[in-house]
């Protein structure tokens, strides 16, 4: 069973930067779609971004566009997501997974129940 670790989630004033790791067990992101998702109190899971295996192909969710972007290192096993120019209704508990049969750029992919690994998540706070 692959186990995802998010880390680097912290408190930070709007308009400041973040960089969340997402660590995997095992290698992971070089054969799946690598997705993040975020989920803030009293709302549902929302997809993020998202980082195809094979290709690169990136997806994003309207409100990140031009903000965040989403890297790889496969030797180590880790995704990153690079968030600048943060914003208040960023403020979320973000969350690293992978999905083994969707690409990224598809419908699927930006479903949260299509993925099949799961982190626990790490908090962002944006204040104002």
């Known amino acids: 069973q692959v186990q995802l670790v998010e880390s680097g989630g912290g408190l930070v004033q709007a308009g400041g930067s973040l960089r969340l790791s997402c660590a995997a067990s095992?290698?992971?992101?070089?054969?799946?779609?690598t997705g993040w998702f975020r989920q803030a109190p009293g709302k549902e899971r929302e997809f993020v971004i998202c980082l195809n295996w094979n290709d690169g192909n990136r997806g994003y969710a309207e409100s990140v566009k031009g903000r965040f972007t989403i890297s790889r290192d496969n030797a180590n096993n880790t995704v990153y997501l690079q968030m600048n120019s943060l914003k208040p209704e960023d403020t979320a508990v973000y969350y690293c997974?992978?999905?083994?049969?969707?690409?990224?750029?598809?419908?699927?992919?930006?479903?949260?129940?299509?993925?099949?690994?799961w982190g626990h998540g790490t908090q962002v706070t944006v204040s104002s």
């Open positions: 095992e290698p992971t992101f070089s054969t799946h779609t």
């Open positions: 997974a992978a999905a083994g049969s969707y690409y990224c750029g598809s419908y699927y992919s930006r479903r949260a129940d299509k993925y099949d690994y």
